[in-house]
C-alpha cells in the first residue's frame, strides 16, 4: 500500500503525447491525451516521487538518432502549483546507448504514463 502523505509532489494532472514521427514539424499531429488526478494511478503518482522525475525536466535526446523519430512529450502538474515539461525524442535509442541513472528514472515514468493512457483506452497513437 502506498502512503499518499508521503508523496512529496502529488500529481494534479498529466497532459501526454507520444507518436512516432518522419519529423519534428509533425510532433502536433500526436494526440494529446490528458490524465487528471482521480485517474492517475497510485503507482504512477508514487513513481513521480520515488524516482525524482520533477529533477528531470527539460528536453532530451536528439531527433536525429533515428528514423522514425520516437517523440514524447509531457506535462506534469502538482497539487503545489508546480509544472514540469518533458520534451524528449528516440528515448528507447537513449536507453541502450546510455548507463545514466536519470535516463533510466525518465523512461520507466514515460513508459508507465504511456502503457497506462493505452490500457485504459485513452488514444494514444502508435
Known amino acids: 500500500m502506498i502512503d499518499k502523505k508521503k508523496l512529496t509532489d502529488k500529481i ?5 503525447k507520444s507518436g512516432m514521427l518522419d519529423s519534428m514539424d509533425k510532433k502536433s499531429s500526436c494526440e494529446e491525451c490528458i490524465l487528471t488526478a482521480d485517474e492517475i494511478p497510485p503507482n504512477i503518482q508514487q513513481m513521480f ?7 528531470l525536466s527539460g528536453t532530451w535526446g536528439d531527433p536525429d538518432y533515428g528514423s ?24 528507447a535509442i537513449m536507453i541502450f546507448h546510455s548507463e545514466d541513472e536519470k535516463i533510466k ?19 494514444i497513437p502508435s
Open 68 to 91: 522514425p523519430i520516437q517523440y514524447q512529450w509531457a506535462i506534469v502538474e502538482t497539487e503545489n502549483g508546480k509544472s514540469y515539461e518533458y520534451k524528449v525524442c528516440n528515448l
Open 12 to 16: 494534479a494532472k498529466i497532459i501526454f
Open 49 to 55: 516521487s520515488s524516482d525524482k522525475v520533477s529533477e
Open 105 to 123: 528514472r525518465l523512461f520507466r515514468f514515460l513508459v508507465r504514463v504511456e502503457r497506462y493512457v493505452k490500457d485504459c483506452g485513452k488514444s
